[in-house]
């Protein structure tokens, strides 16, 4: 079986049967499977099944057959007697009802010939992966952590009967926004917790999400009864929190409320963070996300290379695009010796996108969360300009 190919769905669906369905049979069971092997986490190191096959899999292709897994049990542990026919049905209305709002992928003008490949073609768009930095949609780094959304939403949908983007929509946002508190708990902040933020931010797909004002209150745990929804919650929070060393005194103090919050015993927060250390130490090599302390920090640092590169190279088409901006010089200017406004620094943001619309080898900052990259930019504009221009800085 090839993911990567067309009528690979259908012959999972033949082959998915029998002792490997019913090992999957319960929800808790289905769960710590993905947890270990890595699919909650966002970064899926094995296969949930087929794992004797002898095929080596990409990690794209094995988080797909991982959460077409998901999928597809959670369908036969809530319809009874359901066929594979059915399940496709089912999946394809699911996913209709998710293109919406900010969804990225262009579901409804999929033209194939059969349910079946549709399907297929929607569970390729759906996965998205952190291979490379230059290729792969920065925006979407940490998206595949938050696929699991897919699977509750699924669940809910199949119970309930009715459009499931409202489930979706605000599971997503309590998601992030406990991150965003978890986060910010920390008694020492650097500047890849404020990164690994703006990732989470840009990772959503139904929601335009904020870090600031995020309390308790506005979050609504209390709406989260089922226990994979409590569980999946406090296992993201504890891979936003990890690190190499222990957790300071404003993460922990954190997970205790949480813990509170969703009426979730001290031991499983124990646990859960343990599971996050040890799959993180097993698979640090093989995951270049995991190669520091915080996730976000190899995000940051190979991306600055490559940002650094590119702008050095560009330097004299650089400095004559912004010496022809009159807004931009002064903004510029005033920013070294003042605060810029919120609007300021927004109009400085827009001018230098387009700046960069203008250079063909940056466009790099036009691809999908090229936004990101800005910050970076800003930080080598002192690299580019005459000393005069920063002699009051």
């Given at each position: 079986m090839?993911?990567?190919?067309s009528?690979w769905?259908n012959?999972?669906?033949r082959?998915f049967?029998g002792?490997?369905r019913?090992s999957?049979?319960?929800?808790?069971?289905?769960?710590?499977?993905?947890?270990?092997?890595?699919?909650?986490?966002g970064?899926?190191?094995?296969?949930l099944v087929?794992?004797d096959s002898?095929?080596?899999y990409?990690?794209?292709?094995?988080?797909k057959i991982?959460?077409?897994t998901a999928?597809?049990s959670m369908?036969?542990?809530?319809?009874e007697d359901g066929?594979?026919?059915?399940?496709?049905?089912a999946l394809l209305?699911?996913?209709?009802?998710l293109?919406?709002?900010?969804?990225i992928?262009p579901?409804?003008t999929l033209?194939?010939?059969?349910?079946s490949?549709?399907?297929?073609?929607?569970?390729?768009?759906?996965?998205?992966?952190?291979?490379?930095?230059?290729?792969?949609?920065?925006?979407?780094?940490?998206t595949?952590?938050?696929l699991?959304?897919?699977?509750l939403a699924?669940?809910?949908f199949?119970?309930?009967?009715i459009?499931?983007?409202?489930y979706?929509?605000?599971?997503e946002e309590?998601i992030t926004n406990?991150?965003f508190?978890?986060?910010k708990s920390?008694?020492q902040?650097?500047?890849?917790?404020?990164l690994l933020?703006k990732l989470?931010?840009?990772?959503?797909?139904?929601?335009?999400?904020?870090e600031?004002?995020v309390?308790?209150?506005n979050?609504?745990?209390?709406?989260?009864?089922d226990?994979?929804?409590?569980?999946?919650?406090?296992?993201?929070t504890s891979?936003?929190?990890?690190n190499?060393h222990?957790l300071d005194p404003?993460?922990?103090?954190?997970?205790?409320?949480?813990g509170?919050?969703?009426?979730?015993?001290?031991s499983?927060?124990n646990?859960?963070?343990?599971?996050?250390?040890t799959?993180?130490?097993n698979?640090?090599?093989e995951?270049?996300?995991?190669?520091?302390s915080?996730?976000a920090h190899?995000f940051?640092?190979q991306?600055s290379?490559?940002v650094?590169v590119?702008i050095?190279?560009?330097?004299k088409?650089?400095?004559?695009?912004?010496s022809?901006?009159?807004?931009?010089?002064?903004?510029?200017?005033?920013s070294t010796?003042r605060d810029?406004s919120?609007?300021?620094k927004?109009?400085?943001?827009?001018?230098?996108l387009d700046i960069?619309k203008?250079v063909?080898?940056l466009?790099?900052?036009i691809?999908p969360?090229?936004?990101?990259?800005?910050?970076?930019?800003?930080?080598?504009i002192?690299?580019?300009?005459?000393?005069a221009f920063n002699e009051?800085?």
């Amino acid at each position: 079986m090839n993911p990567s190919t067309s009528g690979w769905l259908n012959k999972f669906l033949r082959e998915f049967t029998g002792d490997e369905r019913q090992s999957f049979a319960s929800m808790e069971v289905l769960y710590e499977a993905l947890l270990q092997s890595g699919f909650l986490y966002g970064a899926s190191v094995e296969t949930l099944v087929f794992k004797d096959s002898g095929i080596v899999y990409s990690e794209e292709e094995r988080t797909k057959i991982n959460l077409l897994t998901a999928l597809v049990s959670m369908y036969y542990d809530t319809i009874e007697d359901g066929s594979t026919e059915d399940c496709i049905a089912a999946l394809l209305q699911f996913y209709h009802h998710l293109n919406t709002k900010k969804s990225i992928f262009p579901w409804t003008t999929l033209i194939t010939s059969s349910k079946s490949e549709k399907l297929e073609k929607i569970l390729h768009a759906r996965i998205q992966t952190n291979e490379s930095v230059v290729i792969k949609n920065f925006s979407h780094l940490l998206t595949n952590a938050l696929l699991f959304i897919d699977v509750l939403a699924f669940e809910h949908f199949l119970i309930h009967d009715i459009n499931p983007i409202d489930y979706a929509t605000k599971l997503e946002e309590s998601i992030t926004n406990t991150v965003f508190l978890a986060l910010k708990s920390k008694s020492q902040k650097d500047e890849y917790d404020g990164l690994l933020i703006k990732l989470f931010s840009s990772s959503v797909r139904y929601n335009q999400v904020s870090e600031d004002d995020v309390t308790f209150d506005n979050v609504h745990l209390e709406r989260y009864t089922d226990a994979l929804e409590k569980r999946y919650l406090l296992d993201l929070t504890s891979l936003a929190v990890w690190n190499d060393h222990e957790l300071d005194p404003g993460e922990l103090d954190f997970l205790a409320t949480l813990g509170m919050e969703l009426n979730i015993p001290e031991s499983q927060i124990n646990s859960s963070l343990k599971k996050v250390k040890t799959f993180i130490q097993n698979h640090r090599q093989e995951i270049s996300f995991f190669n520091y302390s915080n996730p976000a920090h190899h995000f940051y640092r190979q991306t600055s290379r490559t940002v650094r590169v590119l702008i050095l190279r560009n330097k004299k088409r650089l400095v004559k695009e912004i010496s022809e901006s009159k807004d931009l010089m002064i903004l510029l200017g005033q920013s070294t010796v003042r605060d810029l406004s919120k609007e300021e620094k927004k109009r400085v943001k827009d001018q230098l996108l387009d700046i960069c619309k203008s250079v063909p080898s940056l466009t790099i900052f036009i691809l999908p969360g090229g936004s990101l990259l800005l910050p970076l930019l800003i930080k080598f504009i002192p690299q580019l300009l005459p000393s005069a221009f920063n002699e009051n800085k």
